[in-house]
């Protein structure tokens, strides 16, 4: 289906292990992003991307790596998991200023 | 779903009536604004935009203002519906077509049948 996807939609982890959320778009689009959300934060930049092979930080990109070899896909990596990621996790695409978000990813680091 | 509405400013209304939700904005640079809906365990989803040359747009059934003076956005909500319960999150762009989002810590929107 066309769209955009994460997964997984859940995932508990513990701290110290490494985790990758990844995202899936289909309509070519050039800017890809990752947010995390919290309570009291709404939502935070992680990192974007203006195009494969181009990455950079967002607001909160500390413990984070991002790849994008491929303009479809913008896996998320934690390195070394800490209780302070647990978050939802929202990927997003765009063209120009709209952004289309994924469903979310519900990260729990024990 | 996700609990994302807690501690969040609230807004309780009664189906039909007509809802104001509020936001403002921290860049004066801002030239693009967006307002997002986010229900329950679902990603942001669009719902209408203004650039920083206008003070009004209107969509079905919601209308944005923009008040550049004061840096605030209001979203219009009319005749509002159970299924328009959900949090709103206004976002800013400062140089639009750059495509960085700046997101508000959004409002819940409660719709009592």
């Known amino acids: 289906d066309a769209g955009i996807t994460q997964s997984p939609r859940y995932k508990i982890t513990e701290t110290g292990r490494q985790v990758t959320l990844m995202c899936h778009q289909t309509?070519?689009?050039?800017?890809m992003f990752w947010y995390r959300q919290d309570l009291g934060h709404g939502l935070r930049l992680i990192y974007y991307?203006?195009?494969?092979?181009?990455?950079d930080k967002g607001e909160v990109p500390d413990g984070y790596v991002v790849s994008r070899s491929k303009t479809e896909n913008f896996p998320l990596t934690l390195e070394s998991a800490t209780r302070s990621q647990t978050s939802v996790y929202f990927c997003a695409s765009s063209t120009a200023n709209e952004q289309f978000f994924g469903p979310g990813t519900r990260l729990t680091v024990l | 779903g996700e609990s994302v509405g807690l501690h969040l400013p609230t807004l309780s209304v009664q189906e039909g009536d007509n809802s104001i939700i509020n936001c403002a904005y921290s860049?004066?640079?801002?030239?693009?604004f967006i307002w997002y809906k986010q229900e329950s365990g679902k990603g942001p989803q669009f719902i209408i935009d203004?650039?920083?040359?206008?003070d009004k747009r209107q969509g079905q059934r919601v209308t944005v203002l923009l008040n550049k003076t004061v840096k605030h956005l209001s979203l219009q909500i009319a005749a509002t519906q159970p299924g328009d319960s959900a949090v709103y999150f206004c976002a800013e762009i400062a140089h639009s077509g750059y495509s960085t989002l700046t997101f508000g810590k959004g409002t819940m929107l409660l719709v009592s049948p």
């Open positions: 203004i650039r920083s040359n206008m």
């Open positions: 860049n004066s640079a801002s030239d693009y």
């Open positions: 991307s203006a195009a494969a092979d181009i990455t």
């Open positions: 309509w070519s689009h050039s800017y």
